[in-house]
């Protein structure tokens, strides 16, 4: 048998949320995935039959379509737009086309920032999170030419998030070395009061959205970077061709429309309502649409809930053994949740941290 190359050598698969489980005493609430949970939108059916008539030809490879319209959006020029299968095909593309040697990145943070700069055999400098907060003067006192750094803003899955001094702070330092910030803003729709990010301008960013869990559309994969255009332009000299399905592309021009900016603003709306009845709960606060909790043991916890087919994360492959994550969905479920735990903990004689 042919070996694999010696970076692969105690790679793990990274662990995800979402999965696919049967029970018999009825379905799984799944907390596990932080999707919107008032999705997908009704109005994407037409894309849907749209893309039904075009099962018999090759998606169109460039999405000049769906890349027009994001250029549009947020005021870009096209050749700064790249369309992908979501974030987990942008993030493996950033890496080969970008990765050299070092890979920076915050010690409890999304894993697939951490496979695919192993997969290139970089050495990856984890930053500490003090109180699990990143702090961004931590992240550029490691700065140096040629690095990538990844920064997931919210961070998953803390759910803290950095505003625009932060960010322009590590944009400023990765010019000053030349090195390459990469923003994951895969919950940013999530985000009150989120600060414009794509009005930034910088040949040292790359700034990566996702499609998935604003519309709650995991079955279609679809997300995009937005970046200097000579980034871009070498990321689409290796980018898979028909990647992004039809279906994918009439559904992201759907929900990036009108609709969808409307459709995300009444969610909002309703997630900060149920935010503020878990935060009151626990004690705890969250800039996304999901919540880290110290539970003393992410599995035990896990296990026991999974008895009453709830679904939460368990942080252990975040680093965070002692803890749970879990999203916001609609007040009846968030209230099964929070009494669940609470019989758990009753039954325990203790409370989260």
Known sequence: MVKPRVALAGLKVCEHGGERLKNKNGPIIDFSVSLNPYGPPDFIA??????????????????????????R???????????????????????????????????????????AARMMGAHIEYVEMPALQITPELIVEEMRTDDVVFLCNPNNPTGQYLGKPEIELMVDEAERVDALLVLDEAYVDFVRGAFPSTELRSPNLIILRSLTKSFAIPGVRIGYAIAAADLITEMRKIKVPWSVSVFAQKIGAAVLGSKGDEFLGHTREKLERSKRRIEDAWGIHSDANYYILDVGSGTEVKSALLKERIMV????????????????????????????????????NTQPE
């Open 73 to 115: 959006k947020y005021n870009r020029e096209e050749n700064e737009i790249l369309v992908a299968a979501g974030s987990s095909e942008l993030i493996p593309l950033v890496t080969l086309t970008f990765v050299n040697q070092r890979v920076i990145i915050p010690e409890h943070t999304y894993g697939e920032y951490e496979t």
């Open 313 to 348: 994360r368990d942080c252990t492959s975040f680093g965070l053994p002692s803890s749970i994550r879990f999203s916001v969905k609609r007040d009846e479920e968030n209230e099964l949740l929070i009494r669940h735990l609470m019989r758990f903990f009753s039954s325990k």
């Open 46 to 71: 037409n894309a849907i039959q749209e893309a039904v008539e075009e099962l018999s030809i090759y998606p169109e490879t460039e999405c000049s379509e769906l890349r027009a319209l994001i250029a």
